[in-house]
């Protein structure tokens, strides 16, 4: 497979190993009796519909020609009446009785497969992205949302597809034939034989039809996948793209994916175009051939040396039953979409529920409690995903209360330092301890639950204010949100909104300036009262006058508890215990901003650039590293 729907998981996908066989027995059996009971309703139905023509046709030689037997299959001759008139509205009850089963088991197989089938996409979907949720960050840095979203909603609906139309339809094929050519074979072996040599012929055709038509198929599945990454990517960026100005190449790059996949469905259908005319041409030769042998038989005797007796009825019943193969057969080609789609998608789906975490807790992982905040780095090194050494040998201890600042170029490892705290990742040699526990010890939610997160880009949900503030502390009484607000310094402006905490800040807070989404964000952790808080890059991208909103803000919270600040104004770290400066993934100088003033080192440059007492950044800050 080649698509681009289906490269994100194929790292996952080979070791799924018959995934269909594996959603029937993981989601499939506990549903079980919907999906018995819609199969035997399919049965049910589709063998009564085939009912009204075999007593059409008995009814026409017993009682309209009166020349034949009242007899039907697998009902004894003693239990069916002799007189015409008993016979004609036996018939009648017969045909009616056909229909009506035909409508109770079309509608009870409708209601239990669609239940059964949808009840599986639930489930799974909803297991999926318990899974996906649980998976470590570094998963995520791989890959994009649209993939993910694109297994949750996508992929797990291909699989409803499958169990729903797919499973029904084989059977209905299976019944419709075997069912037809029973009775054909019941009323007239030998015109049973002329009319069935057609269905090999239908068979190879359809076989053919599939075979040609798989690639194609595939192709579409894959335009698809490449059309929705780039739908995705061109909404994702829609402000870069406005601000770019490049509508039109993004319509242009949009219109040649849809034309692509435009392509790939017509190459499907100019092959359907053949197709389905194909096969009810070899349905009409074949009423053709059974009509003339049938229609000869009748009137001269038996031709093309066959022998035996032909009613009427019988021939009528050929014609009529003739015509049913086509419809089964036709709906076959879409077989092999639907099961190559639900495959796919099921190693997907499978394939990410089997991603292997990388974090992972302890079996006898304890939970955190009582926490202090004292923090320890010893001697850690570490890197992403096997690339290159991010952190080394960094080691140092925060006692509880303190607050230590995190400062150095960009790409140095600040906030590296403070996701190896959270066990967003964990360390390749080294460990980080909270009051003496390493991190791995620890349950995860307990120790997620100790540091406070405010990032760089704070990210807030559709919905209202005190919705987000809640967030994480969904008992916190009104009380206690104002009270937070207050102390994140966002009360004033949340009160001057047009809805105040009711007031929506729209998707990702897009209605909201950074500064305002900062202090929210803020407010979040002061709600949440962790004895540890790590804030990076909180006062980024803020004006002066904000930045000393949030500043005030921080020093109040974060008195009394642990606080790594990561910070690339130094001045928002002027006044913590201690500094820690980074560089190249190691701590190269350490001390208060008196003492590393003193230093002259790295600091002291730094300082002096950021309070404008050099007029050009020197040249050793210019290194791969650094980012001023
Ligand atoms: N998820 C990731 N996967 C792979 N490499 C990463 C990842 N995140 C960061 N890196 C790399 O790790 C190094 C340290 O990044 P980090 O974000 O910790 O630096 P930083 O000092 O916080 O930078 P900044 O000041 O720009 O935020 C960089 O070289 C970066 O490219």
Redesign the pocket.
């Known amino acids: 497979m080649s698509g681009d729907d289906e490269k994100p998981f194929d790292q996952y996908r080979a070791d799924v190993d018959r995934p269909l066989v594996r959603l029937f027995e993981e989601y499939g059996v506990p549903r079980l009796r919907w999906f018995v009971a819609g199969n035997v309703a399919n049965v049910v139905g589709r063998s009564a519909s085939l009912l009204p023509p075999l007593v059409l046709g008995t009814a026409i030689d017993a009682v309209f020609n009166g020349n034949g037997d009242y007899s039907l299959p697998l009902v004894p001759g003693s239990m069916l009446p002799n007189e015409p008139a008993a016979q004609f509205w036996l018939s009648v009850a017969l045909i009616v009785a056909g229909f009506v089963l035909t409508g109770v088991g079309t509608f009870v197989w409708g209601v239990t497969m669609n239940r059964f089938a949808h009840g599986v996409m639930h489930a799974v979907r909803t297991d999926t992205f318990d899974a996906m949720q649980r998976l470590d ?1 570094a998963f995520f ?1 791989e890959k994009q949302t649209g993939e993910v979203m694109s297994v949750l909603n996508n992929d797990a609906s291909n699989l409803e597809t499958f169990l729903d139309d797919a499973l029904s339809e084989g059977l209905r094929i299976v019944v419709m034939i075997v069912g037809i050519a029973a009775i054909l074979a019941y009323l007239n072996v030998a015109l049973a034989v002329v009319t069935l040599a057609f269905l090999p012929l239908m068979v190879g055709f359809t076989y053919w039809f599939m075979r040609l038509v798989e690639p194609r198929y595939r192709r579409v599945r894959s335009n698809v996948g490449s059309l929705n990454t780039r739908l995705e990517n061109a909404l994702s960026g829609v402000e870069l793209v406005k601000t770019s100005a490049t509508e039109s190449y993004e319509t242009g790059r949009v219109r040649s994916a849809s034309r692509d996949l435009y392509d790939a469905h017509m190459s499907v259908l100019t092959l359907s175009y053949f197709y389905r005319p194909g096969m009810e041409l070899l349905a009409g030769i074949s009423f053709a051939v059974t009509f003339i042998v049938g229609g000869l038989w009748l009137f001269q005797g038996p031709p093309l040396g066959l022998a035996g007796q032909l009613t009427v009825g019988d021939f009528v019943v050929f014609l009529l039953l003739t015509q049913r193969f086509v419809e089964p057969l036709s709906q076959a080609s879409n077989l092999v979409d639907w099961y190559e789609n639900a495959k796919a998608s099921g190693e997907r789906v499978f394939g990410l529920m089997d991603v292997p975490p990388h974090v992972e807790e302890a079996d006898d992982a304890v939970p955190l409690t009582d926490v202090d905040g004292r923090v320890e780095y010893d001697d850690v090194t570490f890197a ?2 096997e ?1 290159e050494t ?1 952190l080394r040998n960094v080691d140092f201890a925060v006692d509880a209360g303190q607050t230590v600042g995190l400062v ?1 170029p ?8 403070v996701k190896l705290l959270m066990r967003l990742y964990d360390v390749d040699s080294g460990a980080v301890t909270v009051d003496g526990h390493d991190v791995r010890d620890v349950s995860i939610d307990s120790l997620r639950q100790t540091v406070g997160y405010v990032s ?1 880009n704070p990210f807030l949900f559709d919905g209202t204010i005190a919705e987000n503030l809640r967030y994480g502390r969904f008992d916190a009484s009104d009380e206690a949100v104002r009270e937070a607000a207050r102390a994140a310094e966002a009360h004033e402006f949340i009160e001057d909104l047009p809805d105040g905490y009711d007031t929506r800040v729209g998707e990702r807070g897009v209605k909201l300036s950074g500064g305002q989404r900062q202090r929210l964000a803020i407010a979040r952790v002061v709600l949440k009262d962790p004895p540890i808080l790590v804030l990076d ?1 909180a006062t980024s991208n803020v004006d002066t006058e904000t930045e000393v909103h949030i500043q005030r803000s921080l020093d109040a919270v974060s008195e009394e508890r642990t606080a790594f600040v ?1 910070a ?1 104004r130094l001045s928002t770290v002027r006044d913590a215990d201690g500094i820690l400066v ?1 560089d190249g ?1 190691e701590v190269v100088e350490r001390g208060t901003h008196d003492e590393l003033l003193d230093e002259e080192g790295l600091y002291a440059t730094l300082w002096s650039v950021q309070a404008g007492e050099v007029e050009d950044v020197p040249d050793r800050l210019f290194g791969a ?1 650094t ?1 001023y």
């Open positions: 960050m840095d992403y995903d690339g991010v150095g960009t790409g140095a490892g600040k906030s590296t330092v760089q890059e990561i690339h980074l993934g590293s980012g």
